[in-house]
């Protein structure tokens, strides 16, 4: 039985699994936790099969573009994501559907849910990941097949647990 009573879902979990394996890749504290939110949006959406209005900055090249000939996108292995013309200083941010993710957003969204016990999460996260091979970080299938899709619900309730734990 899946326990998310204090709002630790999916979500919560891609972020987080997203941010810690960009920080692991070397990205910066506040440039993971935007990576991490983007692609837990790209994904989100990826599930609801982009419904509505045409997306921009979805994380993929049209068909025949060469990626070179893109501005804006970052590589991370061989995931890519649109930087956001908006940086806040040296920090590099993401943006999907016209919106940057900030660190502030992830805050909001992601690691306020896990109260106190964040921390204690995020390096649950980085516990796992570096136990991957760097091969594993750097493709997108493999990280999301071999990593996340296995280990998404144990997260889930582990970390609903330990919020309800805290209280």
């Known amino acids: 039985m899946i326990l998310a009573l204090p709002g630790i879902n999916r979500f919560c979990v891609m972020a987080t699994f997203q941010a810690a394996r960009a920080y692991l890749l070397g990205l910066k504290m506040d440039e993971a936790y935007s990576w991490g939110l983007?692609?837990?949006i790209f994904y989100a959406a990826a599930k609801r099969g982009?419904?509505?209005?045409?997306?921009?900055?979805?994380?993929?090249?049209?068909?025949?573009?060469?990626?070179?000939?893109?501005?804006?996108?970052?590589?991370?292995?061989?995931?890519?994501?649109?930087?956001?013309?908006?940086?806040?200083?040296?920090?590099?941010?993401?943006?999907?559907g016209g919106k940057t993710?900030?660190?502030?957003?992830?805050?909001?969204?992601?690691?306020?849910?896990?109260?106190?016990?964040?921390?204690k999460a995020w390096e649950d996260a980085l516990s796992l990941l570096r136990k991957e091979n760097k091969s594993t970080l750097l493709s997108q299938?493999?990280?999301?097949?071999?990593?996340?899709?296995?280990?998404?619900?144990i997260f889930v309730e582990r970390w609903a647990k330990m919020v309800v734990e805290e209280k």
Do not use: C, M, W
């Open 38 to 40: 983007n692609r837990s």
């Open 50 to 96: 982009f419904k509505g209005a045409p997306q921009k900055g979805v994380g993929h090249i049209g068909k025949g573009e060469k990626e070179k000939e893109a501005s804006g996108l970052f590589r991370l292995g061989d995931e890519i994501a649109f930087e956001s013309p908006s940086k806040k200083g040296s920090v590099r941010l993401f943006t999907i």
């Open 101 to 119: 993710q900030t660190p502030e957003d992830f805050k909001k969204q992601v690691s306020s849910r896990f109260g106190r016990i964040f921390e």
């Open 141 to 153: 299938k493999r990280f999301y097949e071999e990593v996340y899709k296995p280990n998404r619900d």
